[in-house]
């Protein structure tokens, strides 16, 4: 999130796409309910009538992955319109900026598209250069090449009886969708966006939150309090897990893993640093090697030093795709040997689980960690499989739940807040930290013995006290990171050991450890800030700065410089969360993201401090599917694309496994019910939940019903190209036929969250869904695809 | 287990024994909380279900817990709680929870149990030799040699369950050992 759970309070309109917080995140409701019993107009879009769409002023329905005609619209009526924050959009995004003539989009591809390899050459989506080399510019936003003016024409195909089209919805609710969004272009009103996995888990869904993001730019609205573009995340530390970087791609802090030809540390550095020829741009990223070298030095200690590139070597070199989907996909070839589950249980929530399960027949050895045997720990015994054909090992550890061992996690609002241990774990279970410190020392003790390259491991800095588990405490100061030598910095005097203030100090030159730079000021030498639980809310605004901690250095709400206007006042004095005191000629209010003088003065730096050129990208060239969102259908789905001839992303190949026959006439997607959560071992193993929601259903229109002969209760039969699984139906008028393109389109709704194993089992709905995704992210395609249903059950 | 009266109304049970403290149950949780829950050690903690992040309060008494409820303090919830953080009491208190480390052997059709010793020793054996087979110091990729120093014989999938620092521990072990596959429910 840009902003944080309380702030949803200060906004005029919510706008809930692919989200359902009524339902998913019960306790942020709250603040919709807050916001609207001060005049906020909530707007719901979604395929479903959600118990969002219940409290709604407007429901629009939206066929499954078709968000992006749906924005597309929403942009095209902004600019048709005038119905822009202009000054905003002049100053603070790339609105103004050209874009090279080279560029080009004609019938569903942009220019540089190379079929063969699903990708794009982007250069001819570059700026256009002055002589000094920065982006040439029109600030009229008259100019043909002017993103502006690119945009307008390419949002000028998405009609509102175009988009109704292809999206379903109903033409008033569209319009009123549009003119209660629009109403927030003023200066002083703001919208707010929450969206969550019915956003992102498409082909395109980078592209989807991005549509999101330049309605909300031209709107003015990120940065001020009450506006912002939030994900409302589904784990309670997955965005924890995702700064410290439990992924492919990236090191903590959202380093990039270095590729194979970053041969050393200045080649990572030289590839890896964005740079900027304008002296404006803050270009934050410009710090990376000062970030890397301080985590290298977490992770290696004494033993990184300048002479040996601070251990650079020993960090593995990527040359591929190995996202999840890829991961899955070389398990099925027989690729790994052995695996470790962490807390996680693939074989209900990853794409087309019949294909992983095999995949993890061919493994010679699995870890599995968790507080309950999962579907995962015991795929050797799934149904309709005979253990003896598996040769796996199979270790199964109980670990500690959360009230059983110490720490942070960092909610969707990215405040970072410490839970304290309660009790002992059952039994013989310990914390996962206990777990990784046993490898580690055992790993260390056999490499000090022999072994293929030991170095990374031997010399690996593990000093976490001599307890019985890590102390978690050193733990979250290395985090944080600390001075090696005694040193000076902008004037300040450091001592060796005195742990570093924030990620400012940090340093290129070994002087430094951090092993998450933006995680750097949660452990100063005041203490554990994660621990705090101060009251205080200074400015009525619901900062709470002093409650738990926020990365990055406690700053409430990202980019709220662009919440002010040129002289740095409030766009909106009643909410602001940022304004310049000319008097004393500071900053009041939240942490400014960064601490320079207004943008109407020398010496200032533009708002979007990230980006290397400081402006919000309404236009992005570094995408792998284009520069401005397009529409195109699901990989699976029942019509033509209606907006050009390209039938899918262009950018993502087409994978086995998909089926547009007509076979699947029905258009499946998977949700969460409040009563439970995710691949379910956290709720299905409880009584009182289980008593709730004890069983796997599936939802259909009273349509469909009819036309299937089916009513309430009855056993059914949901198939798809990749398997069947059986589920009784729930027979509702929260679920209608759509009519797109003139004909009548069925939707298949199901919880995702059942499996065979545990005290409440049921068919897993990840038996339907594909291995195929997003062009950006490779987030599956979990939310739109083909599937039948039949009545009675599989063996019926 | 199936779903079970008696373990619904034992979980339940705790609870209404706490606000039994005060002697005067009607008035105990409205009136006077502080009786309710007089005697007992409490530690606050984050819901670990949602990213919401909401408060609770963890009541304990002689090493188990009695009581689990949203915190009144907390700037977020202020108390209130959904029904996966009500039902938190439940995970801490469960008989379907592990508490034994569990082996299964090739071609076995039942778990075996086993020591914390004997799992740890196997376990890093087995990493090591995976590592070892697998590991790929050098690649050839259009006509250069590279170094990637990479462990391709396995893959860690984590951990959004984890704390922040777990993770990182996590972490700095999965790059320690060479593995670049490595992934986790953001993916998803
Ligand atoms: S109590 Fe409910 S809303 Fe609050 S964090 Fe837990 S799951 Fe989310």
Redesign the pocket.
């Given at each position: 999130m840009t902003n944080h759970w309380i702030d949803i309070q200060h906004a005029d309109v919510i706008v809930c796409i692919g989200s359902n917080p009524a339902e998913n995140?019960?306790?942020?409701f709250k603040y919709v309910e807050k916001a609207m019993d001060n005049g906020a107009k909530l707007i719901s879009v979604d395929p479903r009538y959600t118990r969002t769409s219940s409290k709604a002023d407007i429901y629009a329905q939206l066929r499954p992955g078709t968000d992006i005609a749906f924005m597309g619209g929403l942009i095209n009526y902004l600019l048709t319109n005038d119905l822009i924050q202009k000054e905003y959009v002049v100053h603070y995004t790339n609105a103004a900026f050209l874009v090279s003539e080279d560029f080009d989009f004609n019938d569903g591809l942009f220019s540089g598209y190379d079929p063969e390899n699903f990708s794009y050459n982007k250069e001819s989506w570059a700026y256009q250069l002055n002589d000094n080399g920065m982006p040439k510019r029109d600030d009229t936003l008259e100019h043909p090449r002017s993103v502006y003016q690119l945009m307008k024409k390419h949002y000028a195909r998405y009609t509102p009886e175009k988009v109704c089209e292809i999206t379903g919805t109903e033409i008033q609710s569209y319009m009123e969708v549009a003119r209660t969004i629009a109403s927030t272009h003023k200066a002083d009103k703001v919208a707010t966006v929450m969206y969550a996995m019915g956003t992102t888990q498409h082909t395109y869904g980078t592209q989807n939150v991005r549509s999101y993001a330049m309605l909300q730019l031209l709107l003015g609205n990120i940065g001020m309090a009450g506006g912002g573009i939030n994900a409302l995340r589904g784990e309670?530390n997955v965005q924890g897990s995702t700064d410290y970087a439990i992924l492919y791609h990236i090191l903590p802090g959202y380093l990039k893993v270095p590729t194979y030809d970053n041969v050393n540390l200045a080649a990572y550095n030289e590839k890896w640093t964005p740079k900027t020829n304008d002296p404006q741009s803050a270009n934050w990223w410009s710090n990376t090697p000062k970030y890397m070298t301080s985590l290298l030095k977490a992770y290696w200690g004494e033993a990184a030093t300048e002479q040996n590139d601070f251990c650079y070597d020993y960090l593995p070199k990527r040359s591929g795709n190995y996202s999840y989907i890829r991961l899955m996909e070389r398990l099925q070839n027989g690729g790994f040997e052995g695996m470790v589950f962490m807390g996680t249980n693939p074989i209900v929530g990853g794409p087309d689980v019949n294909a992983i399960a095999s995949g993890m027949d061919k493994l010679k050895w699995l870890v599995a960690v968790d507080l309950w045997e999962t579907e995962s720990s015991v795929f050797w015994k799934r149904p309709g499989v005979d253990p003896k054909s598996i040769d796996t090992e199979v270790f199964l550890l109980p670990a500690a739940s959360s009230v059983e061992k110490e720490g942070s996690i960092s909610?969707s609002g990215r405040w970072t807040q410490w839970r304290y241990k309660a009790v002992n774990p059952p039994g013989h279970a310990e914390s996962d930290a206990f777990i990784v410190h046993q490898w580690v020392t055992h790993l260390k003790k056999l490499y000090q013995e022999d072994g293929v390259f030991p170095e990374p491991i031997v010399d690996l800095a593990w000093n976490y006290g001599d307890g019985h588990e890590p102390d978690i405490d050193l733990v979250a100061r290395e985090c944080n990171g600390r001075f090696t030598r005694d040193v000076v910095i902008k004037g300040k005097a450091f001592k060796k050991g005195e742990q570093v203030p924030s990620f400012a100090y940090l340093q290129a030159d070994g002087s430094t450890t951090s092993g998450n730079w933006l995680y750097c000021n949660s452990y100063t030498e005041e203490g554990n800030m994660m621990q705090r639980r101060g009251k205080e809310d200074p400015t009525g605004m619901g900062f709470y700065p002093n409650w738990a901690w926020c990365w990055p250095v406690n700053r409430r709400v990202l980019y709220n410089r662009a919440s002010v206007d040129l002289q740095g006042r409030p766009w909106n004095p009643k909410k602001p969360i940022i304004s310049w005191n000319s008097m004393t000629r500071k900053w009041e209010g939240d942490v400014p993201d960064g601490g320079w003088v207004p943008m109407n003065e020398d010496e200032t730096k533009s708002p979007f401090i990230m980006i290397p050129e400081g402006y919000g990208r309404l236009f992005a060239a570094g995408l792998a599917d284009g520069p401005l969102p397009e529409h195109y259908e699901p990989m699976e789905s029942p019509v033509a694309n209606a907006m050009t001839s390209q039938q899918c992303n262009p950018a993502v190949a087409i994978p086995g496994k998909i089926n547009n026959s007509g076979k699947y006439p029905y258009v499946g997607t998977t949700y969460r019910v409040s009563e439970h959560?995710q691949a379910g071992a956290m709720t299905r193993n409880l009584p009182w939940l289980v008593e709730l929601v004890p069983d796997m259903f599936v939802e259909i229109s009273e349509e469909l019903a009819e036309s299937k002969s089916l009513k309430n209760g009855d056993m059914v039969t949901i198939s798809s190209e990749r398997g069947q699984i059986e589920a009784r139906v729930l027979v509702t008028e929260r679920i209608k036929p759509l009519r797109v393109q003139g004909k009548l389109v069925e939707q298949v709704g199901m919880p995702w969250h059942f499996g065979f194993n545990g005290l409440a089992t049921g068919g897993t709905a990840n038996t339907l869904t594909a291995a195929v995704g997003c062009a950006n992210t490779t987030i599956p395609e979990f939310k739109a695809f083909l599937c039948n249903i039949e009545k009675g059950g599989i063996n019926s | 287990m199936g779903i079970s009266r008696r373990n619904f109304i034992k979980g339940s049970c705790l609870t209404a024994g706490a606000v039994a403290l005060t002697g005067k149950q009607s008035e105990a949780g409205v009136d006077s909380p502080e009786m309710r829950t007089k005697g007992l050690q409490t530690s606050t903690t984050?819901?670990?279900?949602?990213?919401?992040?909401?408060g609770?309060i963890v009541h304990t008494k002689n090493g188990k817990i009695v009581n689990i409820e949203?915190d009144t303090e907390h700037p977020i919830?202020q108390g209130?709680?959904?029904?996966?953080?009500?039902a938190l009491f439940q995970v801490a208190n469960n008989e379907r929870r592990l508490d034994k480390v569990q082996y299964r052997a090739p071609g076995s059709d039942k778990w075996e149990e086993k020591s914390w010793d004997w799992a740890m020793q196997r376990m890093a054996k087995l990493m090591k030799e995976t590592r070892d087979r697998n590991f790929v110091t050098e690649e050839e990729i259009n006509g250069t040699t590279y170094t990637v120093n990479r462990n391709d014989g396995m893959a860690m999938l984590g951990a959004a369950a984890l704390d922040n620092e777990e993770c990182y521990l996590l972490g700095k072990f999965a790059r320690a050992m060479g593995v670049g596959y490595l992934e986790h429910q953001a993916r998803i």
């Open positions: 995140h019960p306790v942020s309670s909610n959560w | 984050v819901c670990p279900y949602c990213a919401v992040g909401c609770m949203g919830n209130s709680l959904c029904s996966k953080g009500s």
